[in-house]
């Protein structure tokens, strides 16, 4: 077996992760957020879309139902328009009316983390496929709402969703 001396001086060069966050922006300030999560390998665990509109299988629905059940959790959060997705979920979220609004980071951590149980509850009972990598992709994406416009087209883009599927990013 041949090795090789690492010098000291060095370290190794590492792979630099793509920064998802904004740099220098808070994300505990009272906002509109954007935000897209996707399933771990883009496998299409939450129904199908047929004739351009998303039919939600039980583990869609039990997604669906988390998603509306934040606004619960984190009392003042406005759970706006979303889509789940075959496999991904877009979801509009405002933190505007909240006295001490949460870092966006810690609402989806929570949602990802309640659904990702869900799930794993159900495929051990034989109800949906088992996931042996977790339930959702490492991170996810978030757009800062900046104004109505922008607003507006976040909005269209979540209704327009299930009517593109067909060259959707995440359809593979």
């Avoid at 010098?7 to 740099?23: F, G, I, N, V």
């Avoid at 351009?52 to 669906?64: I, K």
Wanted: hydrophobic share 40%.
């Amino acid at each position: 077996m041949h090795t090789r001396a690492m010098d000291s001086a060095s370290p190794p060069e590492w792979p630099q992760r793509k920064r998802l966050r904004l740099a220098g922006f808070d994300y505990a300030e009272a906002r509109s957020y954007f935000v897209t999560i996707v399933v771990v390998d883009r496998r299409c665990l939450f129904g199908e879309v047929t004739q351009g509109r998303m039919s939600p299988s039980h583990a869609g629905e039990m997604v669906v139902s988390h998603w509306q059940a934040l606004a619960v959790r984190f009392s003042g959060l406005e759970v706006e328009q979303f889509v789940v997705m075959p496999n991904h979920l877009h979801g509009l979220v405002s933190t505007v009316g909240m006295s001490s609004p949460p870092v966006l980071g810690s609402i989806v951590g929570a949602f990802k983390s309640i659904t990702a149980r869900a799930y794993r509850a159900g495929a051990d009972e034989g109800r949906w496929p088992p996931m042996s990598h977790g339930l959702w992709q490492r991170g996810y994406f978030d757009h800062i709402i900046r104004d109505e416009t922008d607003a507006a087209h976040a909005m269209e883009y979540i209704a327009n969703n299930p009517a593109n599927w067909r060259t959707d990013r995440y359809n593979s």
